[in-house]
T-cell receptor, first 109, second 113 residues
Framework: KNEVEQSPQNLTAQEGEFITINCSYS?????LHWLQQHPGGGIVSLFM???GKKKHGRLIATINIQEKHSSLHITASHPRDSAVYIC???????????FGTGTRLQVFP | DAGITQSPRHKVTETGTPVTLRCHQT?????MYWYRQDPGHGLRLIHY???????DKGEVSDGYSVSRSKTEDFLLTLESATSSQTSVYFC????????????FGAGSRLTVL
């Protein structure tokens, strides 16, 4: 079993829909990152979370440390949000970064 | 200026030749990581470093070695490249635990013929 699990693996949506991507992990962490990668592009860090909730524009990220779960929400989705979204956790013991396999999001006009 | 740069960005080489990829960061980050990204596998950790001369293996370290002689540089070496090492390689850096954002390089595309 992977230490970081993401769901769904693939997601399609119509423009304007509310999107949720989930991440569950099984190790003790010091931080959780949400990353975005456009096709053929580099990787950009969207959020770093150690507790609670963060918001940036139409993106909201939450984390529940007790349940070892995080969600990334996109409100009013747009075709330019089409990308792979990756959850990564930083192990509290080793500082290794452990990645989920990513969620491929496609938003159609 | 980018906080983290990788070189070369593209390389084509032949089986059996040595290859070195360089990652350079100007963030004074303690932690540096090398990953490979392949279709269907996501990002897999090759090696990481938690300080100068301090490195450890990741999940796919066979066939790779690393060195970190300075805070800012983390080198990934393929002693004898194989076709299975054709991939996109990403370097990342991070500060002290939980304190800093994670920064990625733009990636290095390596093709081994």
């Amino acid at each position: 079993k992977n230490e970081v699990e993401q769901s769904p693996q693939n997601l399609t949506a119509q423009e304007g829909e509310f999107i949720t991507i989930n991440c569950s992990y099984s190790v003790g962490i010091s931080a959780l990152h949400w990353l975005q990668q456009h096709p053929g592009g580099g990787i950009v860090s969207l959020f770093m979370l150690s507790s609670g909730k963060k918001k940036h524009g139409r993106l909201i990220a939450t984390i529940n440390i007790q349940e070892k779960h995080s969600s990334l929400h996109i409100t009013a989705s747009h075709p330019r949000d089409s990308a792979v979204y990756i959850c990564a956790v930083r192990s509290h013991n080793t500082d290794k970064l452990i990645f989920g396999t990513g969620t491929r999001l496609q938003v159609f006009p | 200026d980018a906080g983290i740069t990788q070189s070369p960005r593209h390389k084509v080489t032949e089986t059996g030749t040595p290859v070195t990829l360089r990652c350079h960061q100007t963030e004074n980050h303690r932690y540096m990581y090398w990953y490979r990204q392949d279709p269907g596998h996501g990002l897999r950790l090759i090696h990481y470093s938690y300080g100068v001369k301090d490195t450890d293996k990741g999940e796919v370290s066979d066939g790779y070695s690393v060195s970190r002689s300075k805070t800012e540089d983390f080198l990934l070496t393929l002693e004898s490249a194989t076709s299975s090492q054709t991939s996109v390689y990403f370097c990342a850096s991070a500060g002290h635990s939980g304190a800093n954002v994670l920064t990625f390089g733009a990636g290095s595309r390596l093709t081994v013929l």
